[in-house]
């Protein structure tokens, strides 16, 4: 499998052998019983006449199914495809899950895609069998479905998290998707579902993901990047300090012994905590299709050994797309530590404190003092606070749900961003699988030592039988390069 399966049946093949690597591709509706399932249900497989293949649980639910209570498909991993994708309907659920159409409604999603909303509803119906409202209908019932078996949090507050409006609305739409209450919901979680509340105020959640997953990997990336007061790294957790919408989180990730990873969290307003859980899937890359990766890449002999020493290699997400954009201005011309002891500094003299860590700087804190913190090039800095300047006064507007080519253009338009900068924004932010960054000496030094070309016009023309999965294959490079001399360089941007 390297890409996600349309045809009718290919996807029956999955289901006929309850194929988990195709969970969150579809779900399938099955007529004679008016359930839904994910196509690894271990139920009896239905005949092919009684099937109808939806691309979403929201669409199926459209069409008057329930959600399977024995498969329960809103507990699979999330769709690879909205990675894949760059189109609108993609970017429009991203942007759902980040909590969009719960603070500005379906107008203020349509504004962020540049469509009115009933163009959108329609694009979204013909594309995604259901409309922005539904969709966003169903990511609350998942998040809901997600919080009652693994958290003792009260139905209240479930409600609430989970993004509905009232209690009565969010059983309602229990009671719809999953033919159940709350109340019965709760009662059928595993004994050894993760459900200790840690500290008021504080929750424990399981995080599913496709394997494999090379967790030890992700968390010794943003070891070597964590900034002291804002993250804690350590061989086997991450945690950090975040600003949301309705004040700031904190949340740490760390896997157990039986390779599970758990999320903890605790949020000032119980309604950051659906869109809080959807950034840290970014962050860990956990809606990834590994194996379909693994298999791309693995299908050309230089890269076999690459991938058979890192099974499940993922490409880390950001946190906030602002703060990524200035990471990215800060460290692209210096080394790994240099740039942190650079951000250590500016968090460190700009940042907002809480009761319990630091807030990475605001924008308009960095488009007014970053002069004052910042070393190096006059003309570097200016480029820095100046994109600060633009992000706070939203002349520049940076977010998951952006069109991949607009975002680079605009950076691009940008004084002091170059095309590392941009494409390595637009791999971080946006996810987007198939960004490949010619001008990182790490990566060259990488794919050098990998027997690739180091040269970068050479190494891109090879990369190109790599798509769609040249951001993978540069993680990749980058765990092949050697130990990088204190000084070394990425390629200048422009200034």
Known sequence: MSLPVTDFDERYRAISARDTRFDGQFVTAVRSTGIYCRPSCPARTPKPENVTFYPTSAAAHEAGYRACKRCLPEAAPGSSAWNLRGDTAARAMRLIASGIVEREGVPGLAARLGYSSRHLTRLLTSELGAGPLALARAHRAHTARMLLVGTDMPISDVAFSAGFASIRQCNDMIREVFGMTPGELRARRRKDAASAELIPGTIDLVLPYRGPLDASGIFTWMAARALPGVEVATATSFARHLRMPGGPVWFEVSQDAAQRLHLRASVTRLG????????????????????????????????????????????????????????????????????????????????????????????????????DVLRGPAARIRAITGAAAALADQSLTLTVGDDGVEQRAALLAMPGIGPWTADYVRMRVLGDPDILLPGDVALRAGATASGLPGEPKTLTAWAERAAPWRSYLSAHLWRAAPVRPTRTKTIKESS
Do not use: C
């Not at 692209?332 to 807030?359: C, K, N, P």
């Open 272 to 371: 950051d905590l659906a869109p809080l859980v959807a950034t840290v899937r970014r962050i860990f890359d956990l809606d990834a299709d590994p194996l379909a990766v693994d298999e791309a890449l693995t299908a050309h002999p230089e890269l076999a050994p690459l991938v058979a020493g890192t099974p499940g290699i993922r490409v880390p997400g950001s946190a906030d797309p602002h703060e990524m954009l200035i990471r990215a201005m800060i460290g692209q011309q210096i080394t790994v530590a240099a740039a942190r002891t650079a951000l250590a500094a500016l968090a460190d003299a700009l940042g907002e404190r809480t009761e319990s860590g630091m807030l990475f700087p605001t924008m308009t804190a960095i488009a007014e003092h970053g002069a």
